[in-house]
């Protein structure tokens, strides 16, 4: 065992002296390094070591979370008893959260190589490519100014101990690059970014393979106008597609169907999807953005389809919403050092999709292709969507002129049951979803 697990081992055995019938104990360690400039000038060159202790206990069926910022053993006696007092005093949870032990384990750490072994950057390589990325940019013809770019590295180190007997401990790694830059003058100036993360350096895009992403991208708004008022095909672009998995995601969360606030809440077992698409949760997916070899509660994880040939079959689940609907608990608990675990996804993704993004707005003579979103106005009972979009016009199944200022709207229940997919899936994120389409949504635009 770490020094870390002896020592959580220890916090653990004073929580329970001081009266707790269990207890749990999480070290968040981190380490950080970034950089950032505009237009060459360094803004930001930032360096950051951390180090989060909490301290869950339970007397009975009433629970308390400390924390702490150091691990300090001559304190463990008195942070022991804070959170036995607190616990005392707060009101029973009649659900409160129960761990198998059985249950628990640790998924080969190695395999999922989470872990770059590569000396970590220097703030001076880290700004170096920032510089180059947001150099290509500004190397293109209309580029007007930048927003600035960025680059960082991070290690955490996570380390879970609980009274049942389990510990477990694992560390990874992050780099990430990204550059924002402006096109135009004025009121039609527009702006547009690339970015992206990755576990190990050798896996993240050269920077100016994403300058000119961001310039490219820019570059092809000018000068947008408004689409016409009417109901039409749209199509989301794989940069903002993953949203509507996280639409899917916070409705089926075990915390939400437990308290009556999601909009298929009555859909376990039920068609969500077309019959081609699933949807999975791979919490071992080697060097993913969010996988783990255990959860939050010591949960020894494993691949889950969710969403499988358009049936909804699983709900999100940590122990405390397992119990409160009387199913599984299926691994998916997350947590902060200073509250308790709740459910949430790891790697999340639909797959079936079948031909290119070509092929799949080939037939639409007008439609709408979105490649940026803000705001939202979603009803987690109803499924009622809105939000507001900019993107191009498609035209006789090709991309035309830009669009923007408008407002995409739909039911979610709706849009789901009528999405069809490209199979240009890439995981670039934690939620990842290929290009997506659905036949009809109603746009507001000029009238």
Not at 24 to 42: I, K, T
Not at 394 to 411: F, S
Request: charged share 20%; with cysteine; proline share 5%.
């Amino acid at each position: 065992m770490s020094a870390e697990q002896d020592r959580l081992a220890d916090l653990i055995k004073a929580a329970k002296q001081a009266g707790a019938d269990r207890a749990d104990a999480l070290v968040v360690s981190s380490r950080s390094v970034s950089a950032m400039c505009r237009r060459g000038v360094p803004e930001g060159l930032e360096h950051s070591e951390t180090i989060q202790l909490g301290l869950r206990v339970f007397v009975g069926k009433r629970a308390a979370n400390v924390s702490a910022t150091a691990i300090d053993p001559s304190r463990f006696e008195a942070l022991a008893q804070q959170a036995v007092a607190m616990a005392r005093v707060v009101p029973e949870d009649a659900h409160a959260s129960q761990v198998d032990p059985d249950s628990q384990g640790s998924y080969d750490i190695a395999s999922l190589d989470l872990v770059d072994p590569s000396e970590a950057p220097s703030l001076d390589q880290l700004l170096a490519r920032a510089r180059e990325a947001e150099e290509t940019a500004l190397g293109y013809a209309g580029i007007t100014n930048s927003n600035g770019a960025s680059a960082a590295y991070g290690r955490v180190d996570i380390t879970l101990a609980e009274s049942s007997g389990f510990s477990g401990q694992y560390a990874q790694t992050s780099h990430s690059t990204g550059v924002s830059v402006l096109a135009g003058d004025g009121p039609a100036m527009q702006r547009d970014y690339a970015g992206h993360s990755a576990r190990y350096l050798s896996d993240l895009d050269a920077p100016a393979v994403l300058g000119r992403e961001a310039a490219e991208r820019v570059l092809a708004r000018l000068n947008p106008v408004k689409p016409r008022t009417g109901s039409f095909p749209v199509v989301f672009d794989k940069r903002v597609s993953s949203s509507l998995l996280g639409h899917l995601a916070g409705a089926i969360n075990g915390a939400s169907i437990a308290r009556g606030t999601s909009f298929l809440s009555n859909h376990l077992g039920k068609p969500v999807l077309p019959e081609a698409l699933s949807i999975i949760d791979d919490p071992t997916r080697r060097r993913g953005l969010r996988s783990k070899p255990f959860d939050a509660e010591g949960f020894l994880p494993r691949r889950l389809s969710f969403v499988e040939n358009g049936i909804l079959r699983e709900w999100i689940l940590d122990s405390r919403s397992a119990g409160q609907l009387g199913l599984p608990n299926n691994g998916r608990a997350s947590r902060s050092v200073g509250g308790p675990p709740s459910p949430a996804v790891s790697n999340f993704y639909l797959t079936g999709g079948t031909g290119s993004r070509d092929a799949l707005m080939a037939d639409i003579v007008e439609g709408i292709y979105i490649t940026e979103m803000m705001g939202s106005s979603i009803n987690g009972l109803t499924g009622d969507y809105s939000r507001g979009a900019s993107g191009y016009m498609i035209r006789h199944g090709v991309l035309a002129e830009p669009v923007a200022e408008l407002t995409i709207a739909g039911n979610l229940i709706e849009m789901f049951a009528s999405l069809r997919a490209a199979d240009d899936l890439e995981f670039r994120h934690g939620v990842d979803a290929p290009t997506l389409r659905i036949d009809a949504m109603s746009v507001a635009g000029s009238q």
